[in-house]
């Protein structure tokens, strides 16, 4: 790979019961504002160490081909591997970070399908990180955020009714929005997107790059990519 005309490398990671092709617009968005993007897959179900285990071959090979910063753009669960990644493998030349929906502090819908005992068959082994019952050892996984870490939160469900009934208000329809923080971020933003919509609605798009770009996401609207 050749690392020229580059503003640095994008690790695009997707939300559970996902593929790295839900990323696709974000993708081609990133290559389009100059950086060069890889949208990875994983198995969201699996654990953790199998995951980051996946991963890290991957990400290594990025940083190693290519030069300038490393950034992550994540959706929903992806938020919390890129947290774990970093923990564990950071990136020596780790950039800026930006989580869309991310269950920081796990999502009342998990603890929905736990009381139902449905988790284990929806979930598979990320229960254990997305109920809002984490142990403090999987809080060790997912360290500290020391880095420029901005999330965007979304506040429009499809089934709003339902929503409503399992999920503290505003919620973009899986995850709260007071579930999506955490200690250390940078910046926060809100936009009236749906949870499954998040990685390819324009507003976001444009929050993200600009966030890649400035470390933050403005006072003013960003322009839709």
């Known amino acids: 790979m050749s ?8 690790v695009l990671l997707h939300g559970h019961g996902r593929t790295r092709h839900s990323m696709r617009k974000l993708e081609q968005a990133c290559r389009r504002a100059g950086y060069r993007s890889f949208a990875l897959g ?3 179900h699996g654990k953790m160490e199998t995951i980051l285990a996946g991963l890290h071959g991957p990400i290594t090979a990025i940083e190693r081909d290519t030069d300038g910063p490393i950034h992550f753009i994540t959706h929903s669960l992806g938020g919390l591997v890129a947290r774990a ?3 564990k493998h950071r990136p020596e030349r780790l950039g800026r970070v930006v989580m869309l929906a991310p269950p920081n502090k796990g999502s009342e819908l998990a603890d929905l399908l736990s ?12 229960r254990r990180f997305l109920t809002l019952g984490r142990t403090p050892e999987h809080e060790r996984v997912l360290g500290v955020v020391d880095y420029d870490l901005g ?3 979304g506040t429009r469900a499809i089934a709003p009714l339902f929503s409503r009934l399992i999920l503290p208000t505003p919620n973009d329809g899986k995850v709260s929005v007071a579930a999506t923080r955490v200690w250390g971020m940078k910046d926060f933003a809100v936009l009236p997107v749906p949870h499954m919509l998040m990685p390819w609605e324009g507003r976001v798009i444009a929050h993200c790059l600009q966030f890649l770009e400035r470390g933050d996401f403005g006072k003013g609207e960003p322009q839709a990519a």
């Not at 690392?3 to 994008?10: F, K």
């Not at 009381?115 to 990320?126: A, F, Q, T």
């Open 85 to 87: 990644y970093i923990a």
């Open 42 to 44: 994983y198995n969201g």
């Open 151 to 153: 999330i965007v939160a």
């Open 115 to 126: 009381r139902l005992r449905l988790d284990h068959i929806v979930l598979g082994h990320s």
């Open 3 to 10: 690392a020229e005309n580059t503003r640095g490398s994008v």
